[in-house]
């Protein structure tokens, strides 16, 4: 599939930007929601999203990275631009932690995901913040350290074993939603 | 630095979330082009970012997606291609066919019916040339029968046995005219024709056969004879006429 839409990207055929839009629309709002706190906005900085989608596709080159890796950092960067723009950066606070996983009353998390919410929460507090940061709202390095209290020298370290508890957690899932899957349905009829 | 170190420094994730040097940069791809594990590893750091933000997906605003395409669509210029000035343009080697192909068969039409016109017209003046040339004669007899010197001869049956029967000759010997009333004389016997005589010093000398139905239906023109005594209307066989009269029906003195 991934193949498909880079070969009608590449080729300028514009329903291909339709067939994004539905495969990719969803996480790249939650993302670009994540950034700039406002659903105007975030309807936004999706049209330009996808917009400069459109306009770059002879630059992705699939040897450097997956479709999605491109479109996330487009998406990332555009929103980032939108709220320096609008100087959202200094107003906002780091407003929750949690918003990652426990999004209270948030549009960060995607509550359909059942399962989720746990694998993610049962991450470290401090790792959580990690990804959050750099990659829901594209902190840099430094800013990371700055906001979480890692030393600039360990983000990286600190950012690999984030991902690979997540990989973990995440290969792990598929027994989890069964078994969660099993015990509603047992609940359900006994 | 070994492949383990390489993929345990946290480089990799860094490059998947964009957060490196130039320099890193470059030196991640150069390892990824150069060692498949590098590949693999990074493949398996960029889908589970991508779990992580699919697990995050919030569904954009009913229209957002219409919106995007129309920004798209307009972008590639597409739609320009559609623009009436270009389908004018497309059209028009059309139209002006068409156009000179209608005003052709009305043309065509028109002259056909000019023609027609024109034919009517010449008709009308052939006809009316006909009635002038006609009228011009009429004038010509009545100036004739006008003239003092003009003399009225009445045939009359030469048996004169019947008074009814008669024909008229207009012989006027100044102008050199003589005419046969044609009106006043009776059909000739059946299969007989008549031939007009002029008699001088008592001989007869033919002056053509009568045109019963002549051109002007009235009157006919006979060859002036000077010196004619009388005129007589012989009843022929031959349609041509003889050298000598066979039956005398009519006669007049002069």
Redesign the interface.
């Known amino acids: 599939m991934q193949d498909q839409y880079i070969l009608r990207l590449k080729e300028q055929d514009q329903s291909v930007i339709g067939d994004l839009y539905d495969a990719y629309g969803g996480a790249l709002h939650g993302v670009v929601l994540r950034i700039v706190q406002s659903p105007e906005l975030a309807q936004q900085v999706l049209q330009d999203t996808f917009l400069k989608v459109w306009r770059n596709a002879a630059t992705y080159d699939s040897a450097k990275g997956r479709l999605f890796t491109w479109l996330v950092n487009i998406a990332r960067n555009t929103a980032i631009d939108a709220t320096r723009s609008a100087q959202f950066r200094q107003q906002r606070k780091t407003d929750s932690v949690d918003a990652l996983v426990h999004s209270p009353g948030g549009h960060a998390l995607n509550p359909d995901h059942i399962g989720i919410r746990d694998l993610v929460g049962r991450l470290d507090e401090k790792y959580r913040l990690l990804i959050d940061l750099m990659y829901f709202q594209g902190y840099t390095q430094e800013e990371a350290a700055e906001e979480t209290g890692i030393p600039l020298g360990t983000i990286k370290t600190r950012l690999r074993f984030a991902i690979g508890e997540l990989r973990r957690l995440f290969g792990e899932g598929l027994p989890v939603l069964l078994a969660a899957l099993v015990t509603a349905l047992f609940r359900l009829f006994f | 630095m070994d492949i383990q170190s390489f993929l ?7 490059y ?4 490196c040097t130039p320099e890193e940069r470059v030196e991640v ?1 150069r390892m ?2 150069a060692h498949p594990e590098v590949r693999t590893e ?20 009913a229209g ?2 219409e ?3 129309q ?3 307009a ?2 210029g ?1 739609p320009t291609i559609g623009t009436p000035r270009s389908r004018l343009l497309n059209v028009l080697p059309w139209a002006t066919a068409a156009l000179l192909a209608l005003t052709l068969v009305v043309q065509v039409r028109e002259k056909n019916k000019l023609n027609e016109q024109v034919a009517v017209l010449q008709t009308r003046l052939t006809d009316c040339e006909s009635q002038t040339q006609q009228q011009a004669r009429m004038q010509e007899i009545i100036a004739l029968l006008r003239d003092r010197d003009t003399r009225t001869i009445i045939l009359n049956d030469a048996r004169g046995v019947d008074a009814k029967v008669a024909a008229s000759v207009w012989h006027n010997p100044a102008r050199a005219k003589t005419l046969l009333d044609i009106n006043s004389l009776p059909f000739p016997p059946g299969g007989k024709h008549f031939q007009v005589w002029a008699i001088v010093d008592g001989k007869p000398v033919s002056m053509g056969m009568v045109n019963v139905r002549g051109n002007d239906g009235s009157w006919q023109e006979l060859p002036f004879i000077q010196n004619a005594q009388a005129f007589a209307i012989s009843a022929e066989d031959n349609p041509n006429g003889n050298p000598t009269p066979t039956v005398v029906v009519l006669v007049g003195k002069v």
């Open positions: 345990q420094s946290g480089l990799l994730e860094s998947v979330l964009n957060q791809e990824a082009a990074l493949q398996a750091i960029e889908r589970t970012l991508e779990q992580v933000a699919f697990a995050n997906a919030v569904p954009p605003p957002l997606k919106q995007i395409l920004r798209v669509r972008e590639s597409a």
